[in-house]
């Protein structure tokens, strides 16, 4: 057993993709000129109303019944006031006393390389909506600083686990299940390099088998899994040392070095009570009904973590796949699609498991940048099955389905992919061999088995290889 304990909980905040910006109709599109995308209300103009864009908080909704949490029927915006040039409203609306969800969970997959399965809950201690700052672009000279505005007002969702992780492989664990689901439910894309997806780390430390906990320090600027995973192992590290050496921890804020590897103190952190929150004047209270939120729960399609139990138990898939095919939306669609098609779940499977991320892998394409649909594969692979064109030729045509979008039937028109399966042009051809290999034919029907196989050869040969090879083996057997 190690001599201590690290204990972690992480603040989530998920960039929203929605149209336009939370309290205003500016449009939250990246790129264009710096501060192109702001109005007197995103840029904090003195007087201008904030108004409440449903989608935000639809998709709050959502999120919240996704983790399971409770909606608060009466939720309220705050405002949390600090200085900082990239803040021109000189407050952030945000929600403290009463956050759109709480007390909700996730299962994360603790199950170790070796095999043996094992599932951990995380609790959620709330979720809350909330807009974001601008941005500072300090200049290469390093004595000027500009700021773009656009990004102010962009939603957010900052989401609180409770301090329920023990380890940086349980945090990287669930921060894949969470930008999984994200996706899946179409609330945002969750790209962590582009900022979308931000995971803030709060670790303590203890002696192993302590019950009290320890200050913590609060961890930013991780803009990778593995740098999540990297800064865990660096700041417990950092942290023991101390406090076996009968020190203290700072409760501080501290910034991730990428290059450097390590953390550095950025601020003393500031409590509640520092940021004076108070009850946001400007806009009314959320009365969510239950109609409202029965409404959005019709709408959430079903989740990843349900449906890989629904591959295991309904569709008879193994754990391996099933748990594959839902890590990403992408080929979730694809793959039910395809089995729908093609009626076989674990062909279809097996061709996306396989063939497909072959494709993937040799290519660099990501799943979201997948061309091909469900309605080609599946019928590739029903086309593979009745024998209408080979195992090889199946794989070429998911290829050009993959590349190009081919219609699988036309491509084989075009290249000639096509098996031959018409009985009477291939019981000719297995007359015209058995004549000339009279000797052969002898030899088997005496007793030389081994014979049938070189004759299913010249046959073949014949075809030039494009026999429907289970139909050709009939005739010769039926000729024989
Ligand atoms: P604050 O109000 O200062 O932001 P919170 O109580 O909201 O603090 O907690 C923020 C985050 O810190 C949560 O994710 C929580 O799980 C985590 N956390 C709280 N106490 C500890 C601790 N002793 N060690 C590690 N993480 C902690
Ligand atoms: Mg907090
Ligand atoms: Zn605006």
């Given at each position: 057993?190690?001599?201590f ?14 149209r336009?910006k939370?309290f205003?109709?500016?449009p939250t599109?990246?790129?264009?000129d ?6 007197e ?21 959502m ?6 949490c ?16 990239d ?7 945000s ?10 969970y996730?299962?994360?997959?603790i ?11 995380i ?17 290469e ?14 939603p ?23 930008r ?29 088998g302590d019950?009290?906990?320890?200050t ?7 803009s ?9 192992g ?10 076996r ?32 929150y108070?009850?946001e004047?400007?806009l009314?209270?959320?009365r ?25 138990e309904?569709?008879h ?15 979730t669609?694809l ?65 050009a ?6 219609i ?11 098996l ?10 297995v ?6 290999n ?5 030899e ?37």
């Amino acid at each position: 057993m190690s001599e201590f304990e690290m204990v972690v909980g992480l603040e989530v905040h998920v960039e929203l993709k929605t149209r336009s910006k939370i309290f205003c109709s500016c449009p939250t599109r990246f790129g264009g000129d710096p501060n192109a995308h702001i109005c007197e209300v995103c840029a904090g103009l003195p007087g201008a109303l904030p108004r409440l864009n449903k989608k935000v908080l639809d998709y709050a909704i959502m999120t919240s019944l996704s983790l399971h949490c409770e909606v608060t029927k009466e939720s309220r915006f705050d405002r949390k006031n600090y200085f900082y040039p990239d803040l021109p409203k000189g407050y952030q609306i945000s929600q403290l006393y009463a956050p759109i969800g709480r007390n909700g969970y996730m299962d994360i997959d603790i199950s170790d390389p070796a095999g043996s399965s094992a599932v951990k809950r995380i609790r959620i201690h709330e979720l809350h909506m909330e807009d974001d700052a601008g941005k500072l672009i300090h200049d290469e000279t390093g004595n000027r600083t500009m700021i773009d505005f656009s990004r102010c007002g962009v939603p957010l969702l900052e989401i609180v686990t409770e301090p329920d992780f023990r380890s940086p492989e349980e945090v990287v664990s669930f921060l894949t299940e969470l930008r999984t689901m994200l996706k899946f439910i179409g609330v945002s894309d969750c790209k962590m390099q582009e900022g979308s997806l931000r995971a803030d780390v709060n670790l303590s430390v203890r002696a192993a088998g302590d019950p009290v906990l320890g200050t913590r320090t609060e961890m930013k600027n991780l803009s990778s899994f593995r740098a999540v995973s990297k800064a865990i192992g660096y700041e417990s590290a950092r942290q023991w040392e101390i406090v076996r050496n009968g020190g203290t921890i700072d409760r501080e804020t501290r910034r991730w070095d990428e290059e450097k590897e390590a953390s550095f103190a950025m601020r003393k952190k500031e409590d509640a009570a520092e940021y004076k929150y108070f009850p946001e004047p400007d806009l009314p209270v959320l009365r969510i009904t239950g109609e409202k939120i029965d409404e959005l729960r019709c709408v959430l399609p079903e989740l990843p973590q349900d449906r890989r139990k629904r591959y295991i138990e309904e569709l008879h898939l193994p754990e391996y796949d099933a748990g594959i095919l839902t890590a990403n939306k992408e080929i979730t669609v694809l793959f039910e699609r395809t089995a729908e098609i093609c009626g076989d779940p674990k062909e279809a499977s097996n061709w996306i498991m396989v063939d497909l991320m072959k494709l993937l892998n040799d290519t660099g394409t990501l799943p979201e940048d997948l061309k091909i649909r469900g309605s080609s594969l599946g019928e590739i692979i029903v086309l593979v099955k009745d024998g209408k064109v080979s195992r090889a030729s199946g794989k070429e045509l998911l290829k050009a389905a993959f590349m190009e979008d081919a219609i699988p039937s036309e491509y084989a028109d075009q290249h000639d992919l096509w098996l031959i399966s018409d009985e009477k042009l291939l019981e000719e051809i297995v007359e015209k061999v058995l004549e000339n290999n009279e000797k052969a034919r002898n030899e088997y029907l005496a007793g030389k088995t081994k014979n049938f196989q070189f004759l299913l050869g010249q046959a073949m040969r014949e075809t030039k290889g494009k026999a429907d090879p289970g139909l050709l083996r009939k005739i010769l057997e039926e000729k024989m």
